[in-house]
């Protein structure tokens, strides 16, 4: 979009969340907490995965991808949201502001597909047992990764062709805290009241055929699970039960952010900050305490990790008692004089 063409506004200002000192002080430091978490969270399960043989599997291949993909989610706006919550003037340029949309909308778009294709996996897993080392191949795992971002990517482009032409010339000022389509599309200088309903249509097909192919899918599952024994069935519903939690999660917030006709509300922006830091933090959380073997794997590396610094420890003091010892028998050369 060429803001020199279509817009005089070259930056919006965030009204941001509060004015209120004590407010602000309570959502820096809750805010810093589950920001700090998620990425240690997340990045915990991609380096748990990668490193532990025994969860070299595409489940757990899907799983390391979407904790990077919250990881990523949860770095577009958090962090300005942090750094501007003391900034009596919060700005983001126009270019910023068209960025934090696409890389949102991409980065929900592949999430929606991975979260499917998760769902696959535990389908395959689960129903067709025999068939999946062939069907959930390493190849394919490859091609759904790059369909989910490819998805993702073309979903944020078409998102983004609804405001291509939008002209911006007056008011600049945002109630948020980072910057979205909902949002932006009111300060237009134009009657947008058509693309408005264009674009909630666009995001409830995508985000509600998604949420009920995701429950249709799951609940075909639990029902193939009641045929098979008890314990069998457990370990699986455990996991599936920790896939349910995150895709309510995932889709709550969205269908009160962008189908939700009704104007602005505060409740619009406690959904946005769950969304933007809340939900990439319960992920991991979710992920690791209801699955049995991300909690052994995560046990199994703490303890390698212990050892190393053990070794590390005693290969030192070693080495320290061994010069000590040197320099006790050694004899300065000014005594052969």
């Known amino acids: 979009m060429n803001g020199s063409n279509h817009s005089v506004v070259t930056e919006f200002v965030f009204l941001g969340l509060s004015n209120s000192w004590e407010i602000q002080l309570f959502l820096f ?40 993909i919250d990881m990523t989610f949860c770095s577009i706006a958090a962090p300005k949201m942090i750094c501007d919550l003391f900034r009596k003037w919060k700005v983001i340029s126009f270019g910023g502001c068209i960025a934090q949309i696409f890389f949102s909308h991409a980065i929900g778009g592949t999430d929606m597909v991975l979260l499917i294709a998760m769902a696959f996996d535990r389908y395959v897993a689960i129903c067709k047992p025999l068939h999946y080392p062939t069907i959930m191949s390493p190849r394919m795992c490859i091609l759904i990764l790059v369909f989910a971002w490819t998805i993702g990517f073309i979903h944020s482009l078409a998102q983004l062709a609804f405001m291509v032409n939008l002209p911006f010339c007056g008011p600049n000022e945002l109630d948020s ?20 309903v264009v674009f909630i249509a666009n995001s409830g097909f995508i985000s509600l055929g998604s949420f009920f192919l995701l429950i249709f899918s799951y609940i075909f599952i639990l029902a193939t699970l009641r045929k098979h024994s008890l ?107």
């Open 231 to 337: 314990s069998g069935s457990s370990k699986a519903l455990s996991t599936l039960s920790a896939h349910i939690i995150v895709v309510v999660l995932f889709f709550g917030p969205l269908f009160f952010l962008y189908m939700w006709p009704l104007p602005s509300t505060h409740l619009d922006t406690f959904l946005a900050i769950f969304d933007a830091v809340l939900t990439p933090f319960l992920n991991p959380v979710i992920y690791t305490f209801r699955n049995r073997e991300m909690k052994k794997a995560m046990r199994r590396m703490f303890i390698q990790f212990m050892g190393f610094r053990k070794k590390s420890l005693n290969g030192f003091i070693e080495a320290q008692n061994f010069q000590v010892t040197i320099d006790k028998f050694s004899v300065p050369n000014s005594q052969f004089s």
């Open 177 to 196: 805290f980072y910057c979205d389509i909902p949002q932006l599309i009111k300060l237009a200088c134009t009657d947008t009241y058509k693309l408005e």
């Open 29 to 68: 430091f809750f805010s810093c907490l589950f920001y700090m978490s998620s990425m240690m969270g997340n990045l915990l399960i991609v380096v748990t995965v990668t490193s532990d043989p025994f969860l070299q599997s595409p489940m757990y291949f899907l799983l390391a991808n979407l904790s990077i």
